[in-house]
């Protein structure tokens, strides 16, 4: 043992530095503060009647009513407690503090990528923090897409178990590959692991062209049948968590549409404009090499008093003692150094200035397969992320890749080239190492190198308006703006317009230089090792360090200390006004609130905070539900919708008060009422049509589909009748009711047939779809107790599945891990 810690003593010190890196950038967190994450935020308020439900029961429901009048809980939080990959990462959330755990998992599964690829310890350690502290990876920490995060630190690993497979380790590389991507896929970002797949069908399309070229495609199959085996089984770990995706996924706007479409939306995907909303420039590519080259972050605020602008201010006639004040102002709303096309950003797409050096190094000096897989892919995905800005590519794949037109915000797709850009950049590093004696124009080629990068960007410096205007197309809007809010002539406006172009111009300038230094830096290194002036390893960990410096600077502007509050602080989100205890206080089982206090209630969760809200927010809501809000709430509020949902309170501003005030509406329809007429329509879009002016008290809007179930109703009108909801639970809805006759009932609950039963006195009962989005049921005369329970088979068996493939998963790596020691042993004894 003591040998076996000694031989390994490299890896244990680079782990150690891995964690202090972590705990150092952290460093809030280990004081006990939390990190201000605004999704994360809204993610509390969607999960709030599911966490409640789990800590008084101890069990979350797979369906939750607090968003969007009701929706299966699996794209919010559900428990797979078959899953082993599950306990994975309640594991490392319960032992690291929010973030460490997903920074440690960058570092960490980077580096055993680049040590699958033989690479010395401190080499693989510099890659390590090339990937990790790529921009994107702490700005999407920021920005709370937690999950995204995670998924993104499980690239690495997964590919690295892949390339081991192909390279002969067979059991040990399937095994690893089944364990990575069963964690993978358990992060449930999918739009992330379908990026990833992307890649990696382009990486099997290379190994098999270099497996036909030279005659090794047994060697091939064999390691693609392990493979295969390997996903399959890490497909079955996660089978309840994508079974209940696929099939919501196919109900909600991700799937075929219901209504007869006429825009650029997809029939079976999400809308083109929708998809494209965040698309990254063209010229933004240049981010890469320079963050700050287009103005960095829409929501940080870089002028200050010694900026161009405010000498402008100053310039016409603007008090100095003012202009501090000015400023800020006029950064809140009118005016932003970032100067590209997305209508918001949190941050450039950096990867390291010394990274792309290598990278572009790696063009020249690297050979084979792991180059050309690595290049194609680069420039398709960069491509791809083009989307509106460059559609002859994104369109083809969105129109005909299959699932492709699934994914929204096509910019994040960038997450593959900040994976395969540093591993470009570090084999070439290897390889340059290697053959520093046996090559003769290595030189040659590390000078081009320089040319490229650092002559570009000298170019830049001293001509900045050669490649780019600074300026982006609304430009004469802000400019008007201006001119308005300081009541001034346009002359006045274009002179603080043309302000703010110089400010962003000296902004790139200076981060141009900057990456300009790091690249003569990592030059020098290079060079010298090229000479015999420095030893590999310490040119690894030099390189290494300047590495981090560059890219923990940046990443500082992003994520730093001052994004984390006392958990006090945080807890103050969700204060309770008066309007919310009101509402609190109204005893009913259960009823719908719409808050418009926060601008579009459709896209704000927060009343899901204290609420079962008809609004909400979520990047894959119901299908039905979403058409619905498009079509009755797009222009005006459709009144007899809302009676229908049981919106019994809106929660509107007061304009004589800062405080919110609630506004009971008495015409709420309730949990369930008995209707007296049925109005049968021939399709999806007359169904909608039909509730756009109804009485939903009397008349339910039915698809004629359904006639022949509903059968012969001579008469609805048992004014006596009533139904009244007993019990609620989010997935368990209790009913009584008399009637002296057959009768229908409407239930204000949303319509998803992929789980919910209807129990008649216990005995299960069909029921159908009315006014577009609610269930309805035909209940025979009587008195009687009728259940609504939500039992997606889709769960149930999966999570069955799931544990019967960890299972399998553990007994195989046990019985590999008893093999290689029982070899070892009998090697050892002959």
Known sequence: MKKWFQANSTHFIIIGIFFILCFAYFSPAMQGKDLYQSDVLEAKAMAKEIMDVKAATGKGPLWTNSMFGGMPSFQIWVSNSGS???????????????????????????????????????????????FAFTSYNFIYIEAGHSNQAMAISFFAPVLGSILLTFRGRYLLGGLLTAFFLAVEIRCNHIQMTYYLFMCLLILAGFELYYAIASKQLKAFFTSAGYLVAGVILAVGVNAGQLWTTYEYGNESIRGKANLTRTSSKSDTGLGRDYAYNWSQGVGEISTFLVPNMYGGATQIK???????????????????????????????????????????????????????????????????????????????????SFGRHFPLISDLFFDYFPMYNKMRAVESILVIPALIIPLLAFVALKQFVDEKDKTKDLPKKLLYSLYITGGGLLVFMLIPTLFFDFRDTSHQEMVNHIAEAFKADLGFANSIGSALIEDRISLARTDAFRSLIFILLGFGILWAILKGKVKA??????????????????????????NFYDKSVLDQNYQA??????????????????????????????????????????????QRYDEMITAQFSEKINEPVLDMLNTKYLIMADKSSPTPQAIERKTALGNAWFISNINYVKNADEEMKGITSFDPKTTAIVDETVKSQIGDVKSLTDTTAKIQLTEYHPDHL????????????????????????????????????????????????????????????SYLVGDKISMISSLILVIISGIAVFLHFRAKKNTASV
């Open 537 to 562: 390893n310490t040119a690894f960990i030099v390189l290494g360090v300047l590495i981090l410096v560059d890219m923990w600077s940046v990443d500082r502007r992003y994520l730093n200390n001052s």
């Open 577 to 622: 006004t008066a309007a919310d205890l009101q509402i609190l206080n109204d005893k009913a089982l259960d009823f719908r609130v719409i808050d418009f206090t926060k601008g579009n209630p459709f896209f704000d969760a927060s009343a899901s905070y204290f609420h079962k809200s008809v609004g909400g927010r979520h990047s894959a809501r119901l």
């Open 734 to 793: 209790v009913y009584k009711y008399k009637s002296a006759q057959d009768a229908i009932a409407v239930f204000a609950e949303i319509w998803y047939d992929k789980g919910w039963n209807a129990y008649l006195d216990g005995n299960k009962i069909p029921y159908f779809r009315a006014n577009y989005i609610l269930r309805a049921a035909k209940l025979p005369a009587g008195s009687h107790n009728l259940e609504f329970k939500f039992e997606p088979t």
């Open 302 to 384: 870089q002028l200050d008093e010694h900026s161009h602008v405010a000498k402008a201010l100053v310039a016409k006639g603007v008090p100095e003692d003012q202009v501090k004040e000015i400023i800020p102002q006029l950064q809140q709303g009118l005016i932003r150094t970032y100067w590209g096309e997305k209508s918001s950003t949190h941050g450039p797409w950096y990867f390291g200035c010394i990274v792309i050096f290598l990278y572009v190094l790696g063009l020249f000096i690297v050979k084979g397969k792991m180059k050309w897989w690595i290049l194609t892919s680069t420039f398709l995905f960069v491509f791809l």
């Open 84 to 130: 082993i990959a599950n306990y994975v990462i309640n594991t490392l959330k319960t032992v690291f503090p929010n973030p460490i755990d997903i920074v440690l998992c960058y570092l960490l599964g980077a580096y055993f990528l680049l040590s699958t690829l033989k690479m010395k310890p401190w080499l693989a350690a510099a890659g390590a923090i090339a």
